[in-house]
């Protein structure tokens, strides 16, 4: 058995310095040369563990035990997309994350976003609260966070404290406990925030020794492997190369060697193939010319590689792959069972597409977790077949595609395209909400319009057959309306509305002529008279249901309406 490095992941809100984080701590690192510097991998940067005890010398004394894995292997790609590819059944390759998260910012919608994921891969996290160096007052510099937290004036002591509470209160609400990390007593239960400066280097000593202490000393079963077992990996990224497909795999156990039979999860099915060359990085101290890569013939998990295979071009990102030795069958199903809970097809929800299966995987998870169904979840562009099964949902919510990272085709129904996962799922959230507005619209639009109308004095056009009057309306009228007078009894029905010579299909907030069947001016109205439109108790009722849409001029005139009928009955829309 041999501990490898566990897998570190960087996530976080965008421009909330997950990038600026990660080459400080390569630089930080590769200062150290004497120690040995970083290790370069395909989609990884290695920091083995004597560099850390290196940069992390002033303040070792804060982890109590000496520290036993060879390194942390951290993930180039820093952000969702990448770390969704990092996926293993039921959970992540990845054994730690580090959420960024700008102390003067505090948590959005990404920080969520990221923290959510965690939760549901089951991958435990660090804050790394950055960007200290903007408090007001704050003199940051490389180096340890504690030795230079004494050195601060107490007006920066307190505006720090003041954003770490106010991250810790957040967090609260999201179901977490959490604390900066030298207040701390029990890891397993309390989320550590550790205050950095990617810009300085301030805090990074505190955060590399944190994350190492924290994975050995909780993730040390995930962590043994037998170093000669068959590899296990998962395909990061599928690249291409001068017309050549390439794929970029974590290995996370075992060995994969050159010549190796392999499975993984291709757009049409398991496949099964050789592997037909193996690459790793070329180390960071020779001058990298024409290519990055060297030619191995085996290599040992975690590492990351590059792997060549005649089926390459079939592959699938975020798919598992293994090593077979004489387990094929048992793999294959394997393969099949885990990617079926991925790629499925039911009767009622959301058509669902994008370019990995990881990346499927990270949104239907997100949109079940909100309970919004998913009919199909399915990799690549988008067929006659999946607008088919979208147009053919009873549920008009459910009436659109989501489609992550791929090219847009025309299509009957609505298709909301993205690639970065929380926009996509922002932008459905956007659509549900028009979609609730139009239907609260035609409900508004079946029901009477709400008007008071004055006849306006000296404005008769016509006496009778129709009367025609110049009103004065407060609210909207349309043609068709009955009107009733102040005692609550109907007096006519508008015919038409007219304003300089032109009909119109409503007035709204206006001075219009209308024509009024039924009525005589002298009889039923006079000059001066107040009319409503005649609204019938159960529109009033829904009215009431539907408050939020009306504005206070409505509002009022209701009021008015309901007070006129309540003098022949007491209890009407009640
Ligand atoms: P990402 O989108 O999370 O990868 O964020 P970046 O690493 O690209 O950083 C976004 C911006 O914040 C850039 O302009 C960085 O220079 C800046 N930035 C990142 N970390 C720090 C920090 O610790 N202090 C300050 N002052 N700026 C930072």
């Known amino acids: 058995m041999k501990i490898r490095q566990p897998i570190i992941t960087i996530l976080g809100h965008v421009d909330h310095g997950k990038t600026t984080l990660l080459d400080k701590i390569r630089k930080t690192a590769v200062a150290q040369k004497e120690a040995g510097g970083i290790t370069q991998h395909i989609g990884a940067t290695e920091v083995p563990i004597e560099v850390i005890e290196k940069i992390a010398e002033p303040i070792r004394d804060i982890l109590k035990f000496e520290l036993k894995i060879p390194g942390l292997l951290f993930i180039d790609t820093p952000g969702h997309e990448a770390f969704s590819n990092l996926r293993k059944r039921g959970g992540s390759i990845a054994d730690l994350a580090i959420v960024v998260i700008d102390i003067n910012e505090g948590i959005m919608p990404q920080t969520k976003e990221a923290i959510e994921i965690c939760k549901q891969f089951r991958v435990p996290f660090i804050i790394a609260a950055n960007k200290i160096d903007k408090i007001p007052g704050w003199e940051s510099r490389e180096g340890s966070f504690i030795k230079n937290y004494q050195r601060q004036s107490d007006r920066a002591k307190q505006e720090l404290e003041n954003r770490v509470y106010n991250l810790v209160s957040q967090l609260y609400e999201l179901g977490f406990e959490s604390d900066i990390f030298f207040r701390i007593e029990d890891f397993r239960k309390t989320v550590a925030i550790v205050p950095v400066s990617a810009k300085t280097g301030e805090g990074i000593p505190e955060l590399l020794l944190l994350t190492a202490g924290l994975a050995q000393r909780f993730l040390t079963k995930k962590l043994e492997i037998d170093e000669n077992s068959p590899g296990k990996g998962v395909i990061l990224e599928k690249k291409k190369d001068k017309g050549i497909y390439y794929l970029d795999v974590i290995l996370y156990d075992g060995v994969i060697r050159k010549g190796d039979t392999i499975a993984f999860y291709g757009i049409e099915g398991p496949i099964i193939t050789k592997v037909r060359g193996l690459f790793k990085a070329k180390p960071l101290t020779e001058i990298r010319e024409k290519s990055n890569f060297i030619p191995v013939n085996e290599a040992h998990a975690a590492a990351g590689i590059r792997i060549l295979t005649p089926e390459n071009d079939k592959a699938l990102a975020g798919s598992p792959l293994y090593v077979i030795r004489n ?125 008071k109308i004055e006849i306006i004095p000296g404005l008769v056009f016509r006496r009778k057959d129709p009367a025609i009057v110049g009103v004065k309306v407060i609210g909207k009228i349309k043609p068709n309306v009955l009107l009733m007078n102040e005692e609550g009894k109907i007096i006519g029905r508008v015919k038409s509305i007219q304003k300089e010579g032109v009909s119109l299909k409503e007035a709204e907030n206006d001075e219009v002529a209308i024509a009024i069947e039924g009525v005589t001016v002298g009889r039923q109205i006079k000059e001066g008279d107040t009319l409503y439109t005649y609204i019938r108790e159960e529109e009033f009722k829904e009215y009431k249901k539907h408050k939020d849409l009306l504005n206070e001029t409505q509002k009022t005139i209701l009021k008015e309406i309901a007070q006129i009928m309540r003098k022949q009955n007491p209890t009407w829309g009640l």
Do not use: C, H, W
């Open 327 to 451: 387990n094929q069958s048992k793999i294959l199903e394997q393969i099949k069972e885990e990617i079926s809970s991925i790629v499925f097809e039911e009767k009622e929800g959301l058509v669902v597409k994008a370019d990995t299966l990881g990346t499927l995987e990270a949104i239907v998870n997100i949109l079940k977790s909100k309970g919004i169904k998913v009919s199909k979840a399915g990799i690549g562009e988008i067929t006659k077949e999946d607008i088919i099964k979208a147009q053919s949902q009873k549920d008009e919510k459910y009436r659109v595609i989501l489609a992550f990272n791929v090219s847009p085709i025309e299509s009957p129904v609505p298709i909301i395209y993205d690639n970065v996962i929380y926009r996509l799922l922002e932008k459905y959230e956007e659509f549900l909400k028009q979609l609730e507005e139009q239907k609260k619209l035609s409900i508004l639009d079946r029901l009477t319009p709400v008007a």
